[in-house]
């Protein structure tokens, strides 16, 4: 069975840093697409940022230049680091992934993970 398991959310003060980890388990084949999206209370799902497997990279405008997305096939998990948050950056933050388990990819979604940015 497909797992993507969240951590490294938590409470930080406007202005400073936070990693999430993101790792993937069981019979995969390949991973196509692997990101990050964000849910505030009241708010619909939004992607954060996002790397397919050619290493491309892509950033909702909100987080340019302050998050980064990376990916480490090998041990199967995707990273976002995250830095000068902002209030607005408070949500529950969800990894998500495009994987080969059979001939077809398929999307799967982490439980997500807590981020609260406040003072």
């Known amino acids: 069975q497909v797992q993507l398991v969240e951590s490294g959310g938590g409470l930080v003060q406007p202005g400073g840093s936070l990693t999430l980890s993101c790792a993937a388990s069981?019979?995969?084949?390949?991973?196509?697409?692997m990101g990050w999206y964000r849910q505030a209370p009241g708010k619909q799902r939004e992607l954060v940022a996002i790397?397919?497997?050619?290493?491309?990279?892509g950033y909702a405008d909100s987080v340019k230049g302050r998050f980064t997305i990376s990916r480490d096939d090998a041990k199967r998990t995707v990273s976002l680091q995250m830095n000068s948050l902002k209030p607005d950056d408070t949500a529950v933050y969800l990894c998500y992934g495009v994987l080969r388990v059979s001939l077809v990819p398929m999307a799967y979604w982490g439980q997500g993970t807590q981020v609260i940015v406040s003072s």
């Open positions: 790397i397919p497997s050619n290493g491309a990279t």
């Open positions: 069981g019979n995969i084949r390949s991973i196509e697409v």
